[in-house]
Structures are given as C-alpha cells and as structure tokens.
C-alpha cells in the first residue's frame, strides 16, 4: 500500500490552486502586461507588472556558448531583447557616458551603439520593435532607432523623465518630476498626463490597465514623510492612492522603489525602508488592493517573482533568518478580507543557502524560477539546479537561447550540436554526390530563433543554404525550411518546428506587410500607419524599406494645416488587410502538420498537432487524422477534447493497445473479456478496457489523456521490473495481465474499495488519504484520478508503487514449489515490500523514450534519509512485519527539511519514515558499490514472496547487523544527494 504522504502534504502546505475546465470551457484572455512576451524581454523586470516572469521555456538538453560579447563596462540592468535585436546598456565611463549596443540575437554582432549621458545612475532602456527608450540616468528619456543599413542609432524624440521607462503596446509611460506621462513611442504625441501627489520614488508599473507608482510627500504637521502607491486608470476615473506608512529617518540602501503587480496583491519594494519600530527597518511591504487599509511589513533582500498566483519572495524577517517564501492569497479569501497574508517557506538558511545568495533579481521561465544560486520549479517545488557558488549573473530565456550576463560579458547559450543530433525529423543531405536542391519561396529558421525568407538554394555537397541577401546559412544552424506551399523540408525537431513555423511565415509575409503599410497612408491615420510599419518591422523589414513611411507618420502627426480627417472606410480595409495576413500566419501551422508524409511517425507529427488544436481546439483535418488512429473500438464521446485524443494516439504507439468488446456472458470469451464483463456486472455497464502487453485497464474516466499516460508508464514500470529480474518475453507471454481500475472520482475509489465497503469509518479513512492501493485478495490495483492536472502527477507516482507490488505478487519469476505461497503478516523483512516499491517509483523514467534509470540522487527517500535529524531504529525497520507495519502512528510529528524538494516545514509521520529507510536500504543494496549487492536483493525480494525469511535475515545475508546497515545508508545517501547537480 502506498499512502502518498509527500504529495498529501504539499497539497496541504505550499499547494497552488487547481483549475478543473471542461472541453467547451475557453481558457480567459490573458493580461498582456502580466508576462514578458514568448521569446521576448522588452523591457527592465521583463512586463509593465515587473514580475519577472516569462512563458518562454528556453532550450531543452545540453548547452553550449553560441557567441559572447565583452562591453566596455559593466551591463547595466536587464538587456531587452525583442525580435532579433538585443539592447545592452553600460555603466558610465569617466566623462560620465554610457554606451547603449544594438547586437544581432543571431550571432551576438554589433549592430550598431551610441553614448548618452547618466550623470545621475545608471542607463535604463526599453525596446519597442526598432525603437529603444533609454532614461539616460535621471537626466531625460531619449528614443533612437537604427537607420540607413542598421549600423547608425539616430535620435527620434526626448522628453523628461526618470527611472525604468514601461512599454505597452505602441506608447511608453515615464515617470518625472511631479507627473506621470503616457506618449507614442518614437513620436512627440503625449497620450495623457497626470499629475503626482508626491515625489516619485521609482518607476511605473502596470497590471490590468491600472498604473502603480510609489511616491513620497511631507505630511503637514508632522515631522517625516509618508510614502503611498498613487494609482492612476489608462481608461477611467483613478482609484484613490493606498498609503503605505512612514519612511525610515535615512535610507538603508541605495535603489529605488518599485511595485510588482500580482493577480490578487501588490509587493512593493522600498530601499529607502519603512519606519517601523524602535531599530527595526522594512524594506518592503504587501498590500491587498481590495484591503487597502492594513499592509504587512516586509524585510526583502530582492524583487519577488510571481508566476501564476505565486509570489515568491527573498525575505529577511526582523529576526535576522533569510528565508524563501511565496504566497497565492487566492488560496486563503478569509484572511484577505481580514487583510492577512498567509504564506508559506520555500527555502531557509540550514538547507537551501544558494537560493537565498545577494545578486541579481531571478526570472520565471515557463513555470522555472532562476535564481543567482540554483533553479526550482514553481508547481511541484523541485530543485532542479544547484550553483557550485551563487551566479553574480542575469539570465534571460529568449526565442531558443538563454542570453546570460555576468559582468562586462554577455553571452547566448544555446543547444548543443550533440543534443541536436539525437532530434528525429527530416534533415537537408549532407552528401557530396546529391544534387543542389532548389527552394523557391522558400523561408528558414535557424536554431537561434531567427527567420530568413527568400528563393533559397541548398548545396548537400558543402551542406550550405544560400539566396538570403549574401548570408550562407550552414546545415548544422539550420532549425527549420519550409518550401513556397508550407511544407517541412528541414526540421529534426518536432517542438521547435511547432514553435518555429509561425515565425517562418511572418517573415515571409514581410513584403505584403510593407504594401499593406504603403496602403495605409491613404487611411490619414498616424496610429493606423504606425501600426502597420511596427509589424513590417517585427517581420524583418530594414530601416531603409520603410524610412518614407516614417516620414509620412510625422506629417499625419505634426500637420502643416488642418489636421487630416481620418477615412474611416480606408482603415477598415487596412484593418480586414491585416486580419487576412494573421490568419494566413496561423494557416501556416496547419499546412506543415498537414503535409508531412504520411508515413512521418506519430512521435514527429504529435507536438506540431498539438501546436494546431492550441489554436484550432476543432481543426477538422487533425480530428479526422486522430479519430482514424485511435484504437479500434475506442470511442471518445464529442465532448472530448482532440487533444485528448493525441494523448492516446501517442500512448498506444508507445505501448500497442487492444479495446475489449462488450460481449455478452458465453463459453467463448477469453479471460480478459470474463474479467471485464463482471467488472461491468459488479461496478458500472458504461466501462472500457484496454489490453496492453501486460496490463488490463478498466474504467469509466472520459479522460483518454488519463488512461494514455496510466498504459504508457504502467507498461514502462514492467519493463524496468522485467529488467531488474531479468525476465525475457517468452517468460511472461502466458501470464495473465495486470489488471488496473481508475475511478473517476475519489468518492468511488473508495465504496469500490473492500476497506471501503467493509472496513466502518477507519478503513474510509485510510481510503481518502491514498490515491491508490494493491488489493493482493482479489489481485487488482485501483488508483482514481484526481481533479487538475498537478495531482494526476501524484496518481503517476502511486501507479508505479502499486503496480510494483502487483508484478512481485503475479509476474514475478519463482521456484516451482513457492508459487501460490506468500509472506504471511507476522513475516519480517516487511521494508521489501514497501520500500522496494518505493525504490522503483522513485527511478527516473523517460516515457516518450521508453528508457528508465535506476540511479536518482534526488530521491525523496534518500532525501529524507539523508537529512532527517530523527528516524526509526534500523533494527525495527529491518526486523518489521506488515502486521506491526499497520501499527505505526499515521501522526505527523517528524519534521524533515529535505534537500531536493523546497518546503522547510515538511513533517511525516512514523509510517512516512518506514517507506523512506525501506526505500533507501532498497536503493543502497541496487546502486551502492558498483551494484555488488543487486542479486541478493533479487534473492532476498523472491525469497519474502516464498516465505522463506526469518529473524535476523540482514546479519545473515549482509554479515552486518541491521544498526551498521542504516549507518551505511545514511552515509551513502548523505554523500549521494549531496553530489547531485
């Protein structure tokens, strides 16, 4: 039985909310200002809310350095990098000029740079399209853009203003002396101004249309000054200001103030540090703006990072402890209407001092927090990275790179040529005999995330593209090729390509955006024509290409007479012109899905059909591909989703399936068909079952994504079992399935379960505390799914434990005189079953590659092991029974602060504990000293399932007592976890 108390209890802990949506349910609009766009970081903090957070993912596999680049001083601030420029900002020289560089994300060449006085701080800069905002250190805001070939920064407009300059959309707002102000980029049209009630102490923020600034003012009549968010709305009236309390008699550090805008709260950071008693300093501060009259008081060491709901904080309680710590107040309404703040530690001093090392602020990647000193995952709290030393260094995922700074240095990181040789899709030759292959029309993306358009030739003989202005493009930097009808000539990655072929067909709709942009002159409309030039140039048209349509804006902006009377018939046609162009864009992605041969394997074709049912939930030609692959007999219902249906399309080529039919009761179904026709009698008619090599799944889940991933890795977990025992197919093609029931509910788990039905309110109790279990009476696993997509994670974990105990109980190989027997409850040597059971959860499988490890030095038994301060005494673990096993209090008392998953308050209980010293025994006797003692654990496993053992089994087949074993596990797993990376 296996009680998943690590999952219980991070549900319970540091839990993120679940969303459960039906099929027809359309997932809301995202907020715009809330992330730093896909592939892009545009401004300092990445997005107008700062949070530092991006749905990039950045490169999978193996890194190695694309290009560096060495400034003159050292980088100031985050770079920002939008479409193919990266903007770098430096220190000030000695005459007290920072250079700003515009670097090609291709190959790190410099485009071109420029000086601009920062007197008073540092160079902050924003970028929009070709434009860069830079706040030249207090002194102004100047916008330069690149002119003629690229390599000249010319200056479009200056205007005052202070701090980090924000970017939305077309216009860029900045904060000056006394007022708040919101202009088109590039231009002299101001938007709006408004006026400041205090000092402004650091710039701009915004989240869902509303503006956040901090700002300080004396208050009449008392000494001091009081420090407030000032609001301000881009589209009504401004909500009133939220004041924050007093600031401290002098700063206690340098910097400026900032907010960072979460779902449901406001963190701000103030340096300047907020009065709060005798000595005792904050620098930061949490404010719910729906409970604007009560703020909690915090002490930061950096900016928070908020993905999701989550904020994560760096924080220095008044204490003096530096712990990590992250908050969802959705979690907990009751304690946001009473202005609470519940949260929870991630990280202390004691277990996770790189997490918490000074530096630069982190990023948020796809769900991945980087810190200076290590990497963790948001949703499951995994370590995933561990800096040998904190990182003094910024690191940004952009398009298929990370873009690292360290100093004076910037560098690209990018996958390595060996990880990309394993990718499967179709490749150019590379073959001096072949023929140069014509691509007329054709567009390329190369492996930075960079796009090429044109008539392209390629020579197999030099393995060389040619036809883009004079570049030759090398096979080994080529991602993608596309032909002039939309099909993959070159890909060998299936999930770059399903990323990449929108960006394929944008620069080659280059041309008809610039004709379209010509067009819209006629519409008299400065923002309509503005518009048109800025996605002209995100397809790559050069400066000089639209130069006179830059010209023609500043006339409909700055006119000679009257101003022009806008046609409104005109901007409509422009407006159809450009929604044909996106959709075209968007079609590009259906027609390289589409046209891949069709002998193209599953495995390539599924993450580019995946890519269309995100943007076409009801694709007809995907559907009918999926509906003709699902197993025969399957039927999804119409309120499935398709992509549910890939889910098992790709499961059953990893593990072959057979749907039963529903007969009725005769002399000639199969055992399997006997099995499921009294399920159906006993349980429910609506079931289905699914055959595979070695499991029999029942059930009525309408999930197919659920049942794929269950047969995939169940089958995978039998595998690893056959390998461990070295059992050969011919073994095992007579032995009848494992048979597996998933529930669809909690509620049915356990009235099917005979503890539920039998068992009075303890065995119902014990039920809800498990996602699963091995019922060994009547030889059936049941496991039920759980709603969300994190838990379902849990139910994956629990399937491999229980399926463990099922393959030992009916597949396991033994003596002819041993089968029928097992080990009965007074038995010793209990900690086989479970924490064998345990070991082989906890291997690392690779479902899609069908490959499993048994070597994991995160394990989260041998994490516990190693770093519990009190454990159970290693003889009793040993010597234990499954009797004196259901015996162990179920309290949890024991607080373990582990090494590889965060969370410093996890407390298991004596049950908890017994899992994870079975677990590492198992582990140390299969990996430990080159694996000299894997076949008698082997032995010693099939000798409990014959009820062959006795007291004293570990002295007699170890020489060692059970107290010098534990030892020797703790110090193995202490050493193991320690050197993982």
């Known amino acids: 039985m296996r009680t998943p108390y690590l999952l219980c209890l991070l549900l319970v802990v540091v839990s993120g909310p679940t969303v459960s949506a039906g099929p027809q349910q359309q997932p809301p609009r995202p907020d715009p200002t809330a992330l730093a766009p896909d592939g892009e970081w545009p401004m300092q903090d990445g997005c107008p809310a700062r949070t530092r957070a991006t749905p990039t993912r950045g490169p999978a596999g193996d890194l190695e350095v694309g290009w560096k680049w060495v400034a003159d001083q050292p980088v100031t601030g985050d770079p920002c990098v939008v479409g193919e420029r990266v903007y770098v900002a430096g220190a000030a020289d000695a005459n007290g000029m920072a250079r700003v560089a515009v670097l090609r994300l291709s190959d790190g060449g410099l485009l071109g740079s420029t000086f601009v006085p920062a007197r008073e701080g540092p160079v902050r800069i924003a970028a929009h399209r070709d434009m860069v905002v830079v706040t030249e250190g207090g002194y102004g805001v100047r916008v330069l853009r690149p002119t003629g070939d690229g390599t000249k920064l010319a200056t479009l407009a200056e205007f005052g203003g202070r701090f980090d300059p924000v970017v939305i959309g077309g216009d860029v707002l900045t904060v ?60 009504h009236e401004d909500p009133p200001p939220i004041v924050l309390g007093w600031d401290a008699d002098a700063p206690v550090a340098s910097g400026v103030s900032k907010v960072v805008a ?56 008044l204490d003096g402890k530096e712990v990590l710590l992250r908050s969802d107040p959705r979690e907990h309404p009751e304690a946001r209407k009473s202005g609470g703040w519940s949260w929870y530690p991630l990280a202390d001093e004691a277990r996770h001092r790189e997490l918490l090392a000074e530096g630069p602020p982190g990023t948020v990647a796809g769900g991945v927090v980087w810190l200076p000193g290590g990497a963790f995952e948001v949703a499951s709290r995994r370590l995933l990275e561990v800096a040998g030393e904190a990182r003094i260094s910024r690191r940004l995922p952009v398009r298929e790179a990370v873009l690292e700074v360290a100093g004076r240095e910037v560098r690209v990181w990018r996958r390595s040529k ?57 096979h080994d930097d080529l991602g993608l090729v596309l032909d002039r009808e939309g099909r993959v000539v070159h890909g060998p990655d299936p999930r770059f390509v399903a990323r990449r072929v929108r960006t394929a067909a944008a620069v080659r709709s280059k041309g008809e955006w610039v004709a379209l942009a010509k067009k819209a002159v006629a519409t008299r409309s400065a923002p309509v024509l503005a518009a048109m030039i800025d996605e002209a140039v995100a397809r790559g048209a050069r400066p000089d290409e639209v130069a006179t349509l830059r010209k023609e804006v500043l006339k409909l902006e700055k006119p000679q007479g009257a101003p022009p009377k806008v046609d409104a018939g005109k901007v409509a046609e422009v407006e159809r012109g450009a929604e044909g162009l996106v959709a075209k864009e968007r079609a590009a992605l259906r027609a390289a899905a589409n046209g891949l041969p069709a002998d193209t394997p599953v495995p390539y074709r ?11 939930p009801g694709d007809a030609e995907t559907t009918a591909w999926l509906r003709a692959r699902l197993p025969a007999g399957f039927d999804p219902g119409s309120e499935v989703a398709p992509e549910e249906w890939l889910d098992l399309v790709e499961a059953t080529v990893q593990a072959p399936v057979t749907v039963l039919e529903k007969k009725p009761e005769g002399k000639t179904l199969t055992m399997d068909e006997r099995t499921f026709g009294a399920l159906r009698t006993v349980w429910r008619p609506d079931l289905v079952a699914l055959r595979s090599d070695r499991l029999l799944l029942v059930t009525p889940v309408a999930r197919p994504s659920r049942i794929a991933r269950c047969l995939s890795l ?142 994991n030095p995160r394990a989260d038994s041998l994490d516990t092991v ?91 087949r170890l020489q060692m007592s059970a107290a010098a074993l534990g030892a020797k596990v703790v110090a193995w797993a202490k050493t193991t976890t320690s050197a993982a990376r």
């Open 176 to 235: 000056g002396d006394g007022f708040l102000e919101l202009r088109r980029v590039g231009s002299d049209q101001v938007r709006w101004i408004r006026r400041l009630g205090g000092k402004a102490l650091g710039p701009p923020t915004v989240r869902n249309r509303t503006v956040y600034v901090v700002t300080t003012r004396p208050v009449t009549g008392y000494e001091g000054t009081q420090s407030s968010i000032e609001r301000f709305s881009l589209d």
């Open 262 to 317: 979460a779902p449901d709260e406001l963190i701000v950071v103030h340096p300047h540090g907020f009065r709060l008693k005798e000595g005792a300093v904050g620098t930061g501060a949490r404010v719910d703006p729906g409970v604007t009259d009560r703020v909690a008081y915090l002490d930061l060491l950096a900016p928070p990072l908020v993905w999701g709901g989550d904020t994560i904080v760096r924080y220095r309680p």
């Open 418 to 474: 060996a990880s990309r040789a394993e990718d499967m899709g179709p490749r150019l030759p590379r073959d001096a005999e072949a023929k140069a292959v014509a691509i007329p029309g054709g567009a390329v993306v190369l492996a930075d995330g960079s796009a090429r358009a044109g008539d392209l030739t390629y020579s197999p003989a030099e393995g060389v593209l040619t036809g883009v202005g004079k570049e030759k493009l090398r």
């Open 606 to 616: 599924a993450p580019l059909l995946r890519a269309v049912l995100a943007e076409a």
């Open 714 to 855: 169940g089958e995978l977990v039998c595998s690893a079992l056959d390998g461990l025992f070295q059992v050969t197919g011919e073994e095992t093609r007579l032995i009848d399935p494992l048979v597996v029931q998933l529930f669809e509910s909690k509620d049915e788990y356990v009235a099917r379960s005979p503890s539920g039905r039998s068992g009075g309110e303890a065995g119902r109790a014990w039920l809800t505390w498990t996602l699963g279990h091995y019922d060994g009476e009547a030889g059936i696993s049941r496991l039920y799914v759980p709603p969300g997509d994190d838990p379902f994670d849990g139910v994956m974990e629990t399937l491999a434990h229980e399926l463990t105990h099922h393959w030992l109980d009916q597949r396991m190989p033994r003596p002819r005189e041993c089968r029928g027997k097992g080990a009965k409850s007074t038995s010793p040597c209990y900690f086989l079953e479970e924490g064998f059971a345990t070991m082989v959860e906890e291997f690392v499988y690779d479902v899609a590659a069908r490959t499993f490890d048994t070597k």
């Open 866 to 956: 190693a770093n519990a301060t009190q454990l159970l005494d290693w003889t009793r673990v040993a010597e234990m029974s499954s009797a004196e096993f259901r015996r162990l209090d179920h309290k949890f008392v024991h607080e373990v602060p582990t090494r590889w998953t965060l969370g410093s308050h996890r407390k298991l209980s004596d049950t908890n504990l017994f899992y994870a010293q079975g677990a590492a025994i198992c582990h140390y006797l299969w990996s430990a000293e080159d694996g000299r003692h894997r076949a008698l654990l082997r032995e010693w496993v099939r000798d409990m399932h014959c009820d062959r053992l006795t007291p004293g089994e570990t002295q007699r």
